[in-house]
């Protein structure tokens, strides 16, 4: 099953800053393992652009869609066998120490 | 169970019979059809057919292989008329003739049809679910409690309860929820949320407008989690905690309604069967856990025949220790009134001050009660009163604040007795 994980900042993260575990670590191990597929870092939210359009205009903005304290700062997808395994490879990120990780499954539009 | 015949005896025997057998058969169909409302689906029309002919043509010989039988059937017809994939009505074939006898495939060993209803109990209170849905869905799928009943408790309409319960079966569905018991490290982390979902619905048995039968539920599925899980102290724990409260129900309240605590509770209208039940449990259970040693103080209490002849010291020091395992404000209040009894109010009250210290127990009713009554043993009745007072304003239900008004004049009149002398 196919997961996207994104990759989010808190603002509350761990106080405990002991054996923080190591991105490159990380994604090798899963690599490895081919429970990821691809991920990527984003650059930061001051660089983003938000695209809408509304009857036939085309309205362009400055930021993210939505200003808010936590923001997406990157993404993996994964390939696992159910969600708790999504779960232990969520825990072994750094990020879900010093910030959170959503998992979403992707839609299936055949059921 | 609130929706179901309880007329003759037979009827009674027989439903008991069914709803028994009921995990099992959905938790198995669950495996094998991979679709939660129709495994769901078929049980319940197995189990109201059972509830309708058991009655009168009495229980068959083996009833949890006569469920199976109908309910796969069921299941069967359905999947046939959808015409699905010819892969899962060969399964479920194959299914059917092995669990023709004892509902339980000829070729697989006790402990695989065992691990399908633990299987069933850990998903519906997987952690990925909310704690209401792990709730409401584990009435629902392992103790067959009509949606009715379930949105009642939770104060919302039938309607919604359907909704809530179809989105949580989607999530299980959509999010990849393995039907699975989580091994190793994920058992031991994952164990004290399914006790933690049955301690609520067992307190949901108790509290205002609660159903009842939710406390009886909660202590058929701790039974239940017990007979699978032998080696975890904590599933036993619960259990006779659960079973030490129940054993009180019908003691709990005066003829008017009125809560009474432990002290002025008719100790003869205790459940003595379910309290030797409990200590049967806990018999060499040690005092690790928090459910454990929760269980050793309900013990203490369920044994004394009296409230003065209580072991008290026993009790502190059971809550020493839980106040190390949880150091929760309610913890540290209960604490407080236990070395109270124990060593003298100017302890407890000297206790209960530092648990209050952090001002979390400010909005707390049952703090101010406590302070209360150990003022009232340190002989000054007027404060005493007066505290006893300002507990009642505070407290939400109609009982629990006459009972506090009542204490308050008591100690009105003994400030009076005391002054006329």
Redo the contacts between chains.
Sequence with gaps: ?K?MMFVCTDTEPDTDKENVPDIDVWVEENDAKGRRLQGMALAPTSTATTVRVRNGELLVSDGPFAETQEVIVGFDLLE?????E???VARAHPMAREGRLE?R?FA?FEQ | MTSRPDGSPAEAAAAATAVDAYPRIVAALIRVIGDWTLAEDCAQEALALALQRWPVNGVPDNPGGWLMTVARNRAIDTLRRASVERRKLRELAVFALTTEDGGAPASQAEDTIVDDRLRLIFTCC?P?LSMEARVALTLRTICAVPTADIARVFLVSESTMTRRLTRAKAKIA?????Y?V?TGR?LAERLPGVLAVLYLLFTRGYTAGGEPAFAEEAIRLARLLRLLMPREPEVAGLLALFLFHHSRRDARRDAEGNLLSLAKQDRSLWDHAAIADGLDILAGLGQDGPYALQAHIAARHATAESASGTDWPAIARCYDRLARLQPTPVVELNRAVAHGYAYGPATGLDLLARARSGGALDDYPLAVAAEADLTARDGDHARAASLFRRAATAVHSEPERRALLDRADEEDDKHAANGSH
Excluded: Q, V
């Design positions: 099953m997961y696992c066998a159910d969600l708790d999504a779960i232990e998992l499954p299936d | 997987h990925a959509g999010a990849g929820i393995p699975r989580p994920a």
